[in-house]
């Protein structure tokens, strides 16, 4: 198991979810170490009914991290009945969801960048792109302005 300890030692949000204290070399927070074993290891019931690790690999704590940022995969990560990557799933899911915000922000700086003597020497395909974006963009407010006033 020292790969997966050196693993959650190495993430600073897992070091941080289980608060790390580097002078003492020990995780501080008690449940959510309880929590850290109970997903690496096999753990029996009180009949005896032995539960199978959810982590089994270095790579499945790195991942934590991910699991670890988001209140609904953590809920899933903590049901018995669900697997690792079933709450990997979901917190994957909720950062694509995310995601678009990112790639508009790359978009806008594209447009910001684009030099005035290529502006001057459009072609007609390039030009088509530009006012299908600002026609999604118009679509896109049109909708959320709509919505906002529902």
């Given at each position: 198991m020292y790969p997966m300890f050196h693993e959650a030692v190495?993430?600073?949000m897992i070091r941080q979810w289980l608060q790390w204290d580097e002078s003492s070399s020990e995780f501080k927070d008690e449940t959510n170490l309880r929590h850290f074993y109970e997903l690496i290891a096999s753990i029996q019931n009180d009949e005896g009914l032995e539960t199978k690790a959810k982590i089994t690999t270095a790579n499945e704590v790195r991942e934590l991290k991910t699991i670890i940022?988001?209140?609904?995969?953590r809920m899933?990560?903590?049901d018995p009945n669900r697997s690792f990557a079933e709450a990997l799933a979901?917190?994957?899911t909720e950062e694509l969801q995310h995601a678009w915000t990112t790639q508009?922000?790359?978009a806008n700086k594209a447009l910001a960048g684009i030099p005035a003597l290529?502006?001057?020497r459009l072609e007609p395909?390039?030009?088509a792109v530009?006012?299908?974006l600002s026609q999604t963009l118009q679509d896109v407010l049109d909708t959320y302005r709509r919505l906002a006033r529902s």
């Amino acid at each position: 198991m020292y790969p997966m300890f050196h693993e959650a030692v190495s993430q600073p949000m897992i070091r941080q979810w289980l608060q790390w204290d580097e002078s003492s070399s020990e995780f501080k927070d008690e449940t959510n170490l309880r929590h850290f074993y109970e997903l690496i290891a096999s753990i029996q019931n009180d009949e005896g009914l032995e539960t199978k690790a959810k982590i089994t690999t270095a790579n499945e704590v790195r991942e934590l991290k991910t699991i670890i940022g988001s209140p609904e995969a953590r809920m899933v990560l903590s049901d018995p009945n669900r697997s690792f990557a079933e709450a990997l799933a979901v917190a994957k899911t909720e950062e694509l969801q995310h995601a678009w915000t990112t790639q508009v922000a790359e978009a806008n700086k594209a447009l910001a960048g684009i030099p005035a003597l290529e502006l001057r020497r459009l072609e007609p395909e390039h030009l088509a792109v530009l006012e299908t974006l600002s026609q999604t963009l118009q679509d896109v407010l049109d909708t959320y302005r709509r919505l906002a006033r529902s």
